[in-house]
């Protein structure tokens, strides 16, 4: 006999309970808007309504934040962290998951505040829809403009767009008519620019009172349609990962013993069956797939998002960071991408720095080669930039220093999305959205040149992102020490020549073989002749520049532009990408 539960009179068995829910499918959401627009306290409205929060969590919130007493703070039940109650925003995304008798929910109530727009970037990164308030008293407001653009670039399609704090506009249906007009012609202008088209919806509601959260509200008879949850209830799941190609990013090869090697990750998309054929990336091999492991046993067939091991049926070199995919339809082999970015640092983005690459499993060095434009959010107009400044949305062109397999953004959002990371602080500077990538050659199947003959000139400045140049600096020790390390910061590959060495002193023509043979090796070789002198001279193929030692980031920002302007640090083009 199975176990049973009582709810309201009526009797459920608990395994049939456990398959309905089972069979239920699932939306995830984000919300977004403006600060203050009542995001917490619409998704608090809305879990509160449905019965998806415990009686113990209402009474610990009952009397306390702002609302009158007696009255609850919607906000309280997803505003979790202290710093958050304290100053009635929300700081992080807040998930939260309920359940109605038609389909499964998981909510990411993300910040309004523009200083957390990469926390709204966040949430909005995995999302099926997005729930866009506006306040009604304030109208579309720049920050409502930036989320929905930002929406708009993860590929989010369906957007509700809720007109909250009706009640302080005493419902008035000509001022909701208003909004609606001007934030659908936002909606079209952002879907031009970004070729995503966005299905909306506008509904009216008041997050405080519940007027069309989850019932339909009688102080507002102009309006016919449906509630906030009816429409959640009756969206399409946007993105079905079933549908796209099979992609496997490796993150783990699995060698318990020498009869067993597996490579274990979880399945970005798409579905694999043994027996199908799978090209491993970057290196471009084929392999069939001999088996699927996984804890409960084999399978014949795995879907995304399922963790497993596969086993091919030949042994090929795969590492940590390698890409599995259908041999019919393989991801794009690049070394240079164009990318849509969202500048989340504070220290704007610098193209003489260094960035390192984190895309799926595998992380790559990367210099941005040039930045497209920056989007003027009031005017949704792409203007020139020479940098990117936190919260700035714009689109780069992006170096890679080694081959890496991946998709379009808009073909794939688990294998085109990527984040940028700053190698010295180790934190999170952008985060990106493939448009375009520029092919490499792949190792062929059987070539065995490509990986184990000798390193070519053209591999090692690909990889170092420079050619071997020799660079003749003279002037004062500190700054000359500057100059180096600020090269080091960008990755270059130097190697340091002391000119005032007695080797160098007793046979001058030494000093010029020391530099040759360096430069022939593809090292940035620093000649270095230090002196008390208020100037320093810096020398490299003919081209020379005297600067004002007294002004250290001029002279070493000047260095940077010199060495680029001769064409040391290599472009896409001389990449012949």
């Not at 049973?4 to 068995?13: A, K, M, Q």
């Not at 007493?69 to 309280?76: H, N, V, W």
């Not at 497209?372 to 949704?380: M, P, S």
């Not at 930039?385 to 688990?414: C, F, K, Q």
Request: charged letters at 25%.
């Amino acid at each position: 006999m199975g176990v049973s539960l009582e709810v309201e009179g009526t009797r459920f068995e608990i395994e049939d309970f456990l398959a309905a829910e089972r069979e239920k499918d699932l939306l995830r959401f984000s919300t977004a808007g403006s600060v203050d627009d009542g995001k917490s306290t619409l998704i608090g409205r809305l879990l509160y309504d449905t019965q998806s929060v415990y009686e113990d969590q209402v009474r610990s919130i009952e009397g306390k934040g702002t609302t009158a007493p007696g009255q609850i703070d919607f906000a309280l039940l997803t505003d979790g962290l202290r710093a958050e109650r304290e100053q009635g925003i929300t700081i992080d995304v807040a998930y939260r998951y309920f359940s109605t008798a038609r389909r499964k929910f998981i909510i990411a109530d993300t910040p309004g505040h523009e200083q957390y727009t990469r926390n709204m970037a966040t949430g909005a990164s995995t999302a099926d829809a997005a729930v866009v308030l506006i306040d009604a008293s304030k109208g579309v407001l720049i920050q409502s403009r930036r989320h929905a653009y930002i929406a708009s670039l993860l590929r989010v399609r369906q957007v509700v767009v809720a007109v909250n704090k009706m009640d302080l506009i005493d419902f008035d249906e000509h001022r909701f008519r208003a909004i609606e007009r001007d934030f659908s012609s936002v909606l079209d202008a952002i879907a031009a620019d970004t070729g995503t088209p966005v299905e909306r919806v506008f509904v009216p509601v008041s997050a405080l009172g519940g007027d069309n959260v989850v019932h339909r509200s009688d102080a507002m008879p102009w309006y016919r349609g449906p509630s906030l949850l009816e429409l959640l209830e009756s969206l399409p799941a946007a993105h079905d990962k079933l549908s796209e190609h099979f992609r496997f990013p490796v993150q783990r090869v699995l060698r318990p013993d020498q009869s067993f090697r597996g490579f274990a990750g979880q399945i970005a998309s798409g579905s694999i069956r043994v027996g199908d054929d799978v090209t491993v990336l970057p290196s471009g091999r084929g392999a069939k797939i001999e088996r699927i492991v996984t804890w409960d046993g084999d399978l014949e067939e795995a879907v995304a998002p399922l963790s497993v091991t596969l086993v091919l049926d030949r042994e090929l070199d795969i590492s940590r960071g390698d890409l599995i995919a259908e041999a019919q339809a393989p991801a794009t082999v690049a070394r240079s991408v164009r990318a849509a970015l969202v500048w989340m640092d504070q220290r704007p983005l610098d193209v003489t720095r260094r960035y390192l690459l984190k895309h799926t499993s595998q992380t790559a060095p990367a210099f941005l080669s040039s930045i497209d434009y920056r989007t003027d959010l009031t005017t949704l107009a792409h203007e020139p930039a020479d940098t990117l400044h936190m919260n700035d949305i714009g689109a780069a062109t992006i170096n890679l220093l080694r081959p890496m397999a991946l998709d379009l953004y808009s073909r794939n959002r688990g294998t085109g999305a990527f984040i940028l990371i700053d190698p010295e602080s180790n934190a999170t500077v952008a985060a990106g959205m493939v448009t375009a990538a520029y092919a490499s050659a792949a190792t062929r199947e059987g070539d065995e040149t490509g990986a184990w003959g000798p390193v070519t000139a053209g591999e090692r400045e690909a990889r170092w992102g420079h050619r071997g140049a020799a660079l003749e600096l003279t002037g004062p020790q500190a700054l000359i020490d500057s100059i180096e390390r600020a090269l080091f910061a960008v990755g270059a590959v130097t190697t340091r020549i002391d000119a005032a060495n007695d080797t160098f002193l007793l046979h001058p023509e030494f000093l010029d073989l020391a530099a040759r043979v360096q430069t022939e090796s593809g090292l940035l070789a620093l000649v270095v002749h230090a002196n008390q002198s208020a100037m320093l001279t810096a020398r490299v193929e003919g081209l020379e520049l005297s600067l004002d030692a007294e002004n250290p980031m001029r002279a070493v920002a000047a260095v940077h532009e010199l060495l680029r302007r001769v064409g040391i640090f290599i472009s896409t083009e001389k990449a012949g990408l």
